[in-house]
């Protein structure tokens, strides 16, 4: 083992040194390159060795890329295909912005954390939020600014350099499952959060029926994700943060029949051919898998 890489004393959600081994690792994580961790990696099955913590039942990455490795590897990555699956991504992020929009008295600032190409911030300022966020990939950024003329801060948002108690919402769709540091991640939502703000989680549920009835074959077991969350380690992450958690949903994904169709290999020979292709494209898919938690947590008075 190199540097790159920790073994945890502790459990990075509630601190507890009472963990077990979950599953041996199914990929080689010592060569892991900057396309396995992309959004659209289609990768599945292939797992980090997993530890458990017996106390909140957090399931994570151990050993654990040290966050300079894989915030330089983030940093590297680029993902064409993330953008092309717009429209859908959009159906979904309308959905979080009219709850948040319902939550709230008020649209004010809202901060964006791993904002890829920059789809929910350009949906938050149509809507009248004065919107900002943060992504790590270099690429995505330039897109971000080329094609939505959208200027994202390019870089970590567990150490960004940004004012506190400023944001009224605060929005994290597929991040904390990435990020080796969620404590670290959390407390930096609830302290830029103004009185009374609301965070937005969106995270796969480990305890779902179809992660247990998927098995290795879940779509969520990728090299991407360090952590995997159910709802008691969740709750734990959000209570010790200063959050308060207000609603609770299932998370459904929009994306094209493309886009399904080419996860999947036997339709290979389909999705190579254009016409095809140009159709399968048009046609969206909601797929209500119910295996992503969609959790609005209030900051809590005094945290
Ligand atoms: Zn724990």
């Given amino acids: 083992m190199t540097e790159k890489f920790a073994r945890a ?7 507890s040194p009472r963990l077990r081994s979950h599953k041996k690792g199914t990929f080689d994580y010592a060569l892991l390159k900057k396309d396995q961790i992309k959004i659209t990696d289609s990768e599945y099955g292939k797992v980090w060795d997993l530890s458990e913590c017996r106390d909140c039942g957090h399931i994570f990455a151990d050993p654990c890329p040290r966050p300079e490795f894989i915030f330089s590897l983030y940093s590297q990555v680029e993902d064409p295909a993330y953008d092309e699956e717009a429209e859908g991504r959009s159906r979904n992020f309308l959905g ?3 709850n948040l929009e319902k939550l709230l008295p008020a649209r004010g600032r809202l901060f ?3 904002a890829a190409t920059g789809i929910l911030l350009r949906l938050a300022r149509e809507r009248g939020w004065s919107a900002e966020g943060i992504e790590a990939s270099e690429w995505a950024v330039a897109f971000a600014a080329e094609n939505y003329a959208i200027r994202l801060n390019q870089g970590f948002f567990e150490e960004a350099p940004l004012a506190p108690s400023s944001y009224q919402a605060v929005t994290m769709v597929d991040f904390i499952e990435h990020t080796p540091m969620p404590r670290e991640a959390m407390a930096k939502a609830n302290k830029i959060l103004a009185p009374g703000g609301i965070l937005c989680l969106v995270t796969p549920d480990i305890h779902s029926r179809a992660a247990r009835l998927a098995g290795m074959r879940w779509w969520h077991l990728r090299p991407g994700h360090l952590a995997y969350f159910s709802l008691p380690s969740l709750r734990k992450l959000l209570s010790e943060a200063g959050f308060e958690i207000v609603k609770r949903k299932k998370y459904a994904w929009t994306f094209s029949a493309y886009y399904v169709l080419s996860r999947i290999r036997t339709f290979g020979p389909l999705i190579k051919n254009r016409r095809a292709a ?4 048009r046609i969206r898919l909601k797929l209500a898998l119910g295996d992503s938690f969609e959790i609005y947590a209030k900051k809590s008075p005094g945290s």
């Fill in 278 to 281: 140009s159709f399968l494209k």
């Fill in 112 to 114: 964006d954390v791993g």
């Fill in 9 to 15: 004393e502790r459990c990075p959600v509630c601190s």
């Fill in 96 to 98: 979080i912005l009219a």
